[in-house]
């Protein structure tokens, strides 16, 4: 793993600050937020959700949540959103499934961010390729993606 993850240029080329954490590839978030001695809420893993044709979003939902499909559609006012299949979200970010990152992506895609994101002082998002994450503080990255913050998540 070397510091050319796509998500690893494109937060140094924005002057962020952040922290590069190397791990092994995880097999659940669990082992992931262990692997980064960091909280499990404070691990955030990127959704991809399609609400229409060449329409879609990434949504940062924190581990031990789940993205909650009913609080989306309320929230953004739609009735229909769907997940693309790995090859299609591959198409419109640039990024494996498991390595999906609003940095770097190939397009700059709104942002969601669950609202708990905002109770940690540090968060982890993917750095662009597995076993590769990009540590900082969830305002710097809520500004930096302006990103909407809302309630989208419930208990896993």
Do not use: C
């Amino acid at each position: 793993m070397t510091d050319e993850a796509p998500g690893v240029q494109a937060i140094g080329a924005f002057g962020l600050r952040h922290t590069v954490v190397r791990t092994r590839p995880a097999n659940s978030p669990e082992e992931s937020a262990e692997l980064q001695d960091i909280p499990l809420g404070a691990l955030l893993r990127t959704l991809v959700v399609r609400r229409g044709e060449d329409d879609y979003l990434f949504v940062l939902v924190p581990g031990g949540r789940r993205f909650d499909w009913p609080k989306l559609r309320a929230h953004l006012g739609v009735k229909r959103m769907t997940m693309p299949d790995a090859e299609e979200a591959r198409a419109v970010t640039g990024y494996e499934r498991g390595a999906i990152t609003p940095f770097g992506a190939t397009r700059a895609w709104p942002v969601i961010a669950d609202a708990s994101v905002l109770g940690h002082e540090t968060v982890a998002i993917g750095g662009g390729a597995r076993g590769v994450n990009l540590h900082l503080a969830p305002d710097d990255l809520i500004a930096h993606l302006e990103a909407d913050v809302a309630d989208i998540s419930s208990p896993a």
